[in-house]
């Protein structure tokens, strides 16, 4: 920058001036070191420009001068100055435009240059006030300023140039491909293109730079409705293609990005329109399930990727062709039809005229009222023993068979069996007695008669009070009168619903009912009078089954009176004197002695012919003819040697007393009557003892003997009189034995008797299993099993005490050493069950057991927004099943969502938290059906329908047209379903 008087010229912008005068094109434009001062520029003959500056700025900023010269170098200046400025600028002479000027001062300028030359390593040979000088030695000042030339500082490098690299312009989009169109021609800068639904879209993709690796290029499509995935491809070493389906209706932004910047040509708009075109081979059948008869069958065709088309439908069988109903709703029709008769029925579905296939589907329709099953398991039934049914399905139709047998507290075990006749076999063993639900389905649908409810009883269940029949003996028989009246309670409160019957059998072969009285507690009595002597036979039956130990066997007799010989009279002449061949009479009287019998003997010198009379009458008129049984007696004699009478001797016995000479007595040995336990077992090392009575069997002794398997045990009889033995033995060894009983050589009815020899019954070694020991609930039936097997033979006793109360115990006997013991109690609280075994406690006992509160589902609260409808997106699928006070029971939680059965979660901080955390996870709108049940009941509110929907305004409507009402209760909140009636 040069200084001319108060002005530094800063710029000049140089054109080169031709000899015609004209300003030529701009030569450089700089600052210009080698510029001249304007005080010894040349400036004369030269006449202003006409774009002078000084016509646009009028202020003192520019010269107003217009032909300002400069010099093209030092010489070029001297050599015009030395000239007296004659020198010619038609070459070497320049105008000057666009000078500018600006004021300043020395003082503020001129040490700024100086100490600019100083920084580019200038040494000044002139000062700043001398430089500032308008009389300054021009020589010296052009010294200074030729110095510049040839500075000595050191030139800094030039920056680095950094490369900058613009990555989308190194890939590029070259075609866009349509499925069934082709190519799409003509740009490959952002476009908008016309698609069609379910039409696949590709994009080629060039890659112009081979520093660009796969990894770089990612892409991103934004979709009108839900979310559709785009792929990419390496097709070869520098080729591409991103590709996408549109699913619906609307316009489908493509990005595609190289290392985030957007490529050459995108993005690309796609705009999907519906596909008219048909496509039978994209129908969709969702399902084609099997119906019942008169039963409303759907099923669901899905047309929404088949293109433009109408469906029809046609469901035959034969000729007979079912009437059918369609429902539309965003692409998948529903068919509607009924069938009036079973069979296998074809479905023909045509899309725009066309099968979607070439297999026609079938569906087969059922009729579960044609099945039908008969049996006595249907009826009645056994504890422990298999009941058996049939099931015929003949004219039902295909389908599949299904069978559960629930008991009160049990589910009974099925086999199912295919006949060769095409019939079922059903069987089932139930475990406990009660009313049993027999339900038989055909395909899921109850067959005729379904559910059955078939009794289930156990005879053996019925217990006579007081353990046997009055009036029995040791062998079991009962012993009674003639004309008594007699009575049997029994207790059928364990045997199930059943009903008890009897009848006795007269030894005449009579069968005569035996009216019962029952009772509400299931006590029943029989009560019958014995009409006959002899041997009876007692039927107990109960459900048609006998009970344990009938027939029951019951022995009558006359009834026996005190026998009073004394008061026998004998009456009439003959008693006194007779006549030879003449008829003798006399009456022999017997009405004042009570029963009895009568032995008559007659006695003569030569002879005696006995007679034996026996009647069941007190009175004996003896008459007829001899050797005859009749009202009166007669006798004659007479001799074969000589005419010669003899006086007779007579004499009689009447009922053992001796009133005429030389009785005769009757033995019978089933008369004989066995006494004592020692007589059915007995106990290693011990003194066991039986009573033998033949009072009534006649004169004689009696015989015994005892065998067995390893040895043979000895038998002590000592008598008691009339005719009564006192047996009497010690066994070394246990096992079973055989005890043979005879009376005067003759067999004792029943013998040989099987006696049992164990060991005392070690009740250690019994256990108790089960449930019930940890807890009861309240008026429900709970089992034990006791475990006898190793501790021998002995009885097993229960009795279980409540807070108040006892508890019902009942024990019945497995029959493989093991005994199931049910208690029912009758309140809640703790109770106290003991249990002995040969009279001492077995492992364990007394037992302390807890028995809860019944269960009542309807103190269960269910409260949460999985309960409640909601958003697919958002929704909670959590609630909490709240069990204070619902007593002991079991919470079960089913969920049925559209596609079936639903997994849940369910979960509770400890064991004594009565509060259940309830979680499942939809995944699809639809209905959701919850059912919570509390011990198999549902509880208040179950089951609940939870709608699952996309939108809030699907939300606003379900909410609408099926309202949901949560409320408050004592602390809880409760779900039920409001409709207005």
């Known amino acids: 920058m040069m200084k001319q008087g108060n002005y530094d010229i800063e710029y000049a912008e140089i054109r080169g001036r031709g000899s015609n005068g004209k ?66 600028p038609s070459k070497s002479v320049y105008t000057s435009h666009h000078i500018r000027k600006t004021k300043t001062t020395s003082s503020s300028y001129t040490p700024n240059g100086i100490e600019a030359g100083s920084r580019l390593g200038i040494k000044p040979n002139i000062t700043a006030e001398q430089l500032a000088d308008p009389d300054v030695d021009d020589l010296q000042v052009m ?110 932004k493509v990005s595609v990005f190289c290392k985030g910047e957007v490529i050459t040509g995108c993005p690309v708009r796609v705009t999907a329109a519906p596909d008219n075109a048909s496509m039978p081979q994209s129908v969709r059948v969702v399902s084609v399930p099997s119906a019942a008869v008169d039963e409303d069958l759907q099923f669901q065709v899905d047309v929404s990727e088949a293109g433009k088309g109408d469906i029809d439908v046609e469901i035959t069988k034969g000729r007979v062709q079912l009437p059918v109903r369609f429902t539309h709703d965003k692409g998948v029709y529903t068919i509607h039809t009924k069938a009036k008769e079973a069979g296998t029925y074809v479905v023909h579905i045509r899309w725009d005229g066309e099968p979607i296939t070439d297999d026609p589907m079938k569906i087969d329709i059922f009729d579960p009222s044609k099945c039908r099953a008969t049996g006595d398991g249907l009826a009645d039934a056994k504890e422990d023993v298999t009941a058996l049914f049939l099931v015929d399905p003949k ?44 339900k038989v389905t055909w395909n899921d649908r109850h067959i005729t008669g379904s559910p059955f409810h078939p009794r289930v009883t156990d005879s053996r269940k019925v217990r006579i009070l007081g353990g046997v029949p009055p009036g029995t003996d040791i062998d079991g028989i009962i012993r009674s009168d003639v004309g008594k009246a007699y009575s049997l309670e029994t207790s059928t409160a364990e045997a199930g619903p059943g009903k008890l019957t009897a009848m006795v059998k007269t030894p005449s072969g009579k069968r005569q009912a035996v009216p019962i009285e029952t009772q509400a507690d299931g006590t029943a ?21 006998p009970i344990k130990g009938s027939p029951f066997r019951l022995i009558a007799k006359p009834r026996v009176l005190p026998v009073d010989h004394n008061k026998v009279t004998i009456m009439g002449e003959g008693a006194r004197l007779a006549k030879v061949y003449r008829q003798s009479e006399f009456t022999v009287d017997g009405s004042l002695a009570g029963p009895g019998r009568e032995t008559d003997s007659y006695h003569y010198s030569s002879s005696t012919y006995p007679e034996s009379y026996d ?66 077992s007995a106990e290693p090392h011990k003194k066991n003892e039986f009573t033998i009575d033949g009072m009534y069997a006649g004169p004689g002794t009696p015989g015994v003997r005892m065998s067995g398997i390893k040895t043979d045990i000895e038998i002590q009889l000592i008598p008691q009189g009339n005719n009564v033995y006192k047996a009497v033995y010690v066994p070394e060894l246990p096992g079973a034995y055989l005890l043979h009983l005879t009376w005067s050589d003759r067999q004792v009815q029943g013998s040989p008797f099987k006696v049992t020899v164990a060991a005392r019954p070690n009740a250690d070694k019994v256990t108790a299993s089960g449930n019930a020991l940890k807890m009861l609930v309240a008026h429900q039936t709970s089992r034990l099993i006791i475990d006898s097997r190793e501790a021998g033979s002995g009885e097993l006793t229960a009795r279980c005490m409540g807070p108040t109360k006892m508890a019902e115990v009942h024990i019945g006997d497995n029959r493989d050493g093991t005994y199931s013991l049910l208690i029912g109690p009758a309140e809640a609280g703790k109770h106290v069950l003991e249990v002995k075994y040969g009279g001492e406690h077995i492992q364990g006992s007394p037992f302390h057991l807890r028995v809860a509160s019944a269960p009542d589902p309807k103190q269960v609260r269910c409260f949460g927004p999985g309960l409640e409808h909601g958003i697919l997106a958002t929704f909670n699928g959590r609630f909490i099943c709240e069990t204070r006070g619902a007593g002991a029971g079991q919470l079960k939680v089913r969920i049925h969502g559209p596609k079936g059965a639903f997994k849940v979660q369910m979960k509770r901080n400890d064991n004594k938290d009565r509060t259940i955390d309830v979680r499942y996870n939809p995944v699809e709108n639809g209905d959701y059906t919850i059912q919570v049940k509390w011990s198999d009941q549902h509880v208040t509110g179950s089951p609940f329908l939870v709608k699952i929907v996309d939108t809030q305004e699907d939300l606003k409507q379900v909410q609408k047209d099926f309202p949901t009402h949560t409320y408050r209760q004592n602390g809880h909140v409760e779900n039920g379903w409001v409709e207005d009636i």
């Open 525 to 545: 009595t029989l009560n019958f009078i014995v009409k006959e002597e002899g041997e009876h036979e007692l039927h107990i039956f109960f459900a048609e089954s």
């Open 615 to 680: 009647y069941s009458s007190s009175t004996y008129p003896r008459t007829a003819v001899s050797k005859h049984h009749s009202s009166k007696h007669h006798h004659s004699s007479s001799s074969s040697s000589s005419q010669k009478v003899s006086k007779a001797n007579a004499s009689s016995t009447y009922s053992g007393s001796k009133t005429l000479p030389n009785p005769k007595t009757h033995i019978d040995a089933s008369k004989v009557l066995v006494f004592g336990r020692a007589a059915r």
């Open 23 to 88: 300003t030529g094109k701009p030569v450089s434009t700089s600052p210009a070191p080698r510029v001249i001062p304007i005080s010894d520029m040349y400036r004369q003959g030269y006449s202003e420009p006409k774009d002078s500056l000084a016509d646009k700025y009028p202020e003192d900023d520019y010269f107003k001068e217009g032909g300002g010269v400069a010099f093209t170098s030092y010489n070029h200046y001297n050599n015009h100055k030395s000239n007296g400025g004659s020198t010619t």
């Open 395 to 438: 004219g039902a139709g295909k389908g599949e068979l299904n069978v559960m047998v629930e008991g009160p507290n049990s589910i009974a075990k099925c086999n199912i069996d295919h006949n060769s006749n095409g019939t079922y076999a059903v069987t089932y063993t139930p475990v406990e007695v009660g009313l049993y639900t027999v």
């Open 143 to 252: 010294a200074y300023a030729a110095s510049f030339q040839h500075p000595k500082m050191k030139i800094k490098e030039p920056p680095k140039v950094i490369e900058v690299i613009r990555w989308g312009e190194l890939v590029k989009v070259t075609a866009v491909t349509l499925e069934n169109q082709g190519d799409i021609e003509g740009t490959y800068g952002p476009m908008n293109i016309d698609g069609v639904v379910n039409q696949k879209v590709s994009l080629g993709l060039m890659v112009l730079d081979n520093r660009v690796a796969s990894a770089d290029i990612t892409a991103e499509l934004d979709s009108p409705g839900k979310p559709t995935q785009i792929n990419l491809r390496k097709v070869s070493g520098n080729q591409i293609e991103a590709s996408f389906m549109p699913t619906e209706e609307g316009t489908y």
